[in-house]
């Protein structure tokens, strides 16, 4: 069981240091059906669970849209 926040991060890297540029907070399909907690956390009606590598496209996609480059490892 997680008893914490779980966020999806895409961060810029060089050897020297890296910094996050975009994320997202993950949540589990249990909350879309949950009211009450969905209220206790002020969560966005909209804001519903998507899978992981879903918000990493997000990402990914964002990060081109900026005109950004990118590298895979």
Do not use: T
Request: overall charge negative.
């Amino acid at each position: 069981m997680g008893n914490c926040q779980i966020g999806v991060s895409l961060s810029a890297a060089s050897e020297a240091a890296s910094c996050p540029i975009d994320w997202r907070l993950f949540l589990p399909q249990a909350w879309d059906d949950d009211p009450e907690r969905r209220a206790r956390a002020h969560l966005p009606d909209g804001e519903r669970h998507r899978a992981k590598w879903r918000l990493a496209l997000e990402m990914l996609d964002e990060l081109a849209g900026w005109g950004w480059p990118y590298r895979r490892s």
